[in-house]
C-alpha cells in the first residue's frame, strides 16, 4: 500500500529537500513514496518551500540513489539557491500520483471510509493505516477500535468510490475469545 501522505486538498507529498548536492544547484531529495522511479518520469512537479507557499518547478534531470533522488530544477544554479531549499517539500495532485496495480490502495484514499460487514451493515470507519509485513486497518466503531489485517481472509470489496469496504467475520475481529482460539 503506497504511502504518500495527503498534505493538503489533493496535494501529496512524494519527497523533502534535505540538502545541496554539489556546486551546481542540485538537490538531495529524501524520497516519501514508495515509487522513487516516478520522479524519472516526472517533468514538473509543485514544490512547497518552507514558507507554504507552492509553485510549480520544471525538473530537468535526475538520478536515483538508494537513500532518494538528485534532482536538477531549472533555474536553481548554485549550491547557495540548493542550500536555501532545503525542507522544501516536492508534492503532486490527486491527478498525478502514480498509478497502482488493481486491488493496491492509496492511505489517503482509505482514510474515513465507511466500514460494513458482509450483509451490509454499518460497523464504523477506518481512522488510521498501520503499515507493516501486513498493513492493519483501525476501525473506529463508537467506543471500540477493532483492528483489520488488510488481506483477502479479513476484507472483502474495497469501493473507493463508493466510500466503502466490506469486512468479513467482523464480529469474529471484534470478539477474538469467541472463536475458540483465545485462552
Known sequence: MPDETRQEP???LIGKVVAAHGLQGALRVHALTDFPERFLAMKSCLCRSKNSA???VQIKRVKLTPKGA???LEGVTTREEAEAMA????????EE?????ESMY???DLMHLEVVDESGGHVGEISDVTRGAQDILHVNC???EVLVPLVDEWVGDVNIEAGKVVVKNFDLLRNPDE???GS
Not at 525542507?87 to 490527486?94: L, M
Not at 500520483?97 to 496495480?101: A, I, M, S, V
Open 97 to 101: 500520483r502514480w498509478p497502482l496495480e
Open 70 to 72: 538528485i534532482l536538477v
Open 142 to 144: 463508537g467506543m471500540e
Open 54 to 56: 507552492v509553485r510549480r
Open 106 to 108: 492509496y492511505i489517503s
Open 87 to 94: 525542507g522544501a517539500e516536492f508534492c503532486v495532485t490527486r
Open 179 to 181: 472463536t475458540g482460539n
Open 10 to 12: 489533493d496535494l501529496y
